[in-house]
Structures are given as C-alpha cells and as structure tokens.
C-alpha cells in the first residue's frame, strides 16, 4: 500500500492532478475521523478534512519522500485542526448528523418524547458521553489520546505527528488517560 | 512501592506496551496485594477499552469528488506536457512530420536556380536542359527548376522538378504523341514534379524507396 501510495505522490509531484483522487479517497475515513473527534462537529470535521487534503496538496513538494506520507498528512489535520478549536468558542450544530446512525441529528440527543429502545439508548449514549468526554479534554492531551487510541498509532509515529519528544507524549497519554478514567469511572 | 506514583507510572507502561519483565512482575505482585491498586488498574483498562471500542466513522459521502473539485487549477501548459508523456510514440511520430515536412519545404523554396544532375554532355539554354543530338545520357537524369529537352537518348529514369518535358516538335499537338515520341527517346520512368504536394509525394517516395533498398541490401 504504502508503495501505491509512494507512486501516486510521485505522479501528482509531476503534475498529473488525478492521481491525487487515489490518495484521497484511501485516507479520507482516517484523516476525518480525526478532525471529527478532535472538533466534535460533523460539519467542520469534513470542512477541516478537505482543507488538510488541500494543504496536503499544495504543499506536497516540501513533502519529504522518504517519511510516511501518512504521518505528514495526519500532522496536517491536527495542526489544523489545533487551530480551529484555538480560535472558536464551542458551538453546536442540532442538526448535525451522529455519526454511527443513519440520519440520527443531534436533536435525537435532546430528551424525547417518545421512548427509543432500550438497547439502542444507552450503546448510544455511551458513545456520545464517551466522544463528549474526550471532547473535554484540554487540545494537546486530545490529539495523543485520539491519535493513539482511535487511530492506533504508536507513541513513536504520534511524536513525529506532533512533532513533540517521544517523552512529551508519554506524559500526555498518561495524563489524558487519567483524566478520562476520573470521568469514565461511573460508566 | 509507592502507590501513588510508582505503582501508576508502571501501570500506564504496561498500558503502552513498554514495560519489561521484572517490572511487570513486579506490578502484578503489588496488585495483588494492594486493593485501591487494583482498582485503578482496572478503571484504566476499562477506560481505554471504552475508547477502543467507539464506532469507526467514515467520511461522508462523495468526500472525495468534493476536494478534488476544490483543488487549485493544474497549469494548462503542464496538462499538454502530460499528454504528450502518456504517448511518447504519438509525440515522436509528430516531431519526425514536423522536421521532415518542414525540411521538405526549405528545400522547395531554396533557390530558383537550374540544376541537373551530374551528367556529361548537356546543354544548358535560358533554363532549358536539351540533351543533344545523337547523345545518349547514361543513368537517371535530374532536372530542377528547368524544362527538359531531349534529342538524343536517355539510359535511365528523367525526373523534372519544377519544370516541363519539351517535345522534340512542340507544335506536335496531343500529350499522346509527345509521350510516344519520348518514348524512343528515354528507357525509364519520367516523373513531372511541378506542385508541393507532389514535391512530397515524390519526397516521401523516394524515402521509402531508399528504405526498401536499404534493407534489400543487407
């Protein structure tokens, strides 16, 4: 994969703009669930996950061939992503789609009148009071917790991501976990 | 061990996957032992389990299509050298028209100047080639930019570029009786090349030609 993905990159450096489509269309689902549970909203994390595929695009020259291609994508979502929650006071969209659920709206999450089953409420629930509560968490320890959790990468791969001693993100894992234990003791 | 602090930290380098035997070892033996320990542990393990375990999220429907519609516009000039690197063939079949044609046009404008190939015995007046009398020219006869006028004999094949083939009795009515009586004259093929396009196809021809004996040679 990696070697498809290598090759593509060549051919968009040389100015072939389709090939790009590949590289999007392979990394899209990482690079927005991302922006999405570092922002919260559907809404801005597919505004902000086309925005970094943009970046991503503009700058693929300064993009160093011999890295992962995915590492300096996933940076580029972060920091982006970094930023919008730095310059914005929280906002909600009530009609914005939950994601897992088929056309589910955040005004499903308002009490309703009429009672859902059972089951679906509280697997429901969780998910949203478990995104909420990662949501909580202060920027820098909800990027590592969503880097390392939610996409899986290794402590070494998430310090090349933010661009931070492999040292400062086992801190912050250690720290971002024991807040989300404090929280998610009573689930 | 310190509960507080070295318990925990050991607890979260197991989580990471970093902790070595001894020391791992070392934790199960506290936990054993150490209720409130234990307790955390499994509070930690059961958080991040929670974390894991949330819904993977796809990208919303035609992501794609919608960034690739919102990148900036490829350069044209770019674009044309693209296609011309998918068909190098293309691209080199179209160089080759390019020089040969344009080669073959030099040559038609070059110079207005009568020329004859290199034989013995011709006679050059006001733009006319006359190959006397009772004079018989061996090999194929080239004439540019002039008529062509035979009393004698031609051994071989006349080709006249730009130029007319002059009977020996001009007045003598039909092209059919000039051919008939030329007919005696010259052994070979007469070719007339008087317009471009015939210019080329004589061109072409003749490359070809010299193809086909090339290989015959071998």
New interface residues.
Partial sequence: METMIKQKIKEVK????SA??DI??FY??K???IC?RMVGN?YEA?DL??EA??RA??NLHTFDEKRKFSTWLYRIATNLSIDRIRKKKPDYHLDAEV??TEGLDMYSQLAADQALPEEEVESLE??TY??KE?LALPPKYRSV?VLR??D?LA?QEIAEVLDIPVGTV?TR??RG??A??KR??H? | MNCNKEA??LM?QY??G?LYKDDERRLRDHLQTCPSCQE?FH??K???T???N???????PR??A???A???K??KR??Y??QL?RHPILTAAAIFFILMFSGIFTAWNQDQQVTVSKQENLEIRDHTVIVPEGVTVQGDLVVRNGDLRIHGKVDGDITIINGDIIGENPQGGTNDQLDRNNLRAYSGELTEVNQVYEWIWYHTKNTVKEIFSFESDE
Avoid: C, W
């Fill in positions: 040389k100015g072939d703009q790009f489509e999007v269309s899209q689902n690079v927005y669930h999405l559907s597919e996950a086309q595929f943009i695009y503009t994601r897992g969780l998910q478990i995104h990662i917790i959790y939610l899986e402590l086992k894992v250690h976990r024991e989300l234990r998610l003791r689930v | 925990i930290a979260h989580l990471d970093e955390h509070e930690l059961r958080t991040t929670l974390i894991k949330t819904t993977s999220v796809s990208a919303p992501f794609t919608n960034v690739m919102n990148l900036p490829e350069k770019k674009n050298l693209r690197q």
